[in-house]
């Protein structure tokens, strides 16, 4: 069994703060790219952020500069600093990680967390 629990959502005015933390647990013998993705009303789930194993970082354009992604491999936890919050911000982010349960599984399997709302008020 393997979870991913996301904490750190809330609501905030427009230009604040918040930070994002997702660990998993369970059964998992290593975890490849960690994410957040996500998703408001009447909209398609959209990545914000992912980063690998080794650090490297990627983000969606409307993000960059203002969120960075984190992880830290031994908690195996990802995070997602947001600064300079936006009410187009306002959505349900979700935490996504690409994990290998055991040392002999050959595929990565796909997890995500249950979810935290954002809401950014102007």
């Known amino acids: 069994q393997v979870r991913l629990v996301e904490s750190g959502g809330g609501l905030v005015q427009a230009g604040g703060s918040l930070r994002l933390s997702c660990a998993a647990s369970?059964?998992?013998?290593?975890?490849?790219?960690m994410g957040w993705y996500r998703q408001a009303p009447g909209k398609q789930r959209e990545l914000v952020a992912t980063?690998?194993?080794?650090?490297?970082?990627n983000y969606a354009d409307s993000v960059k500069g203002r969120f960075t992604i984190s992880r830290d491999n031994a908690k195996k936890t990802v995070y997602l600093q947001m600064n300079s919050l936006k009410p187009e911000d306002t959505a349900v982010y979700y935490c996504n990680a690409g994990i290998l349960r055991y040392v002999t599984s050959t595929q990565v399997a796909d997890y995500w967390g249950q979810g935290t709302q954002v809401t950014v008020s102007s």
């Open positions: 369970g059964n998992i013998f290593s975890i490849k790219a």
């Open positions: 980063i690998t194993r080794d650090y490297n970082s």
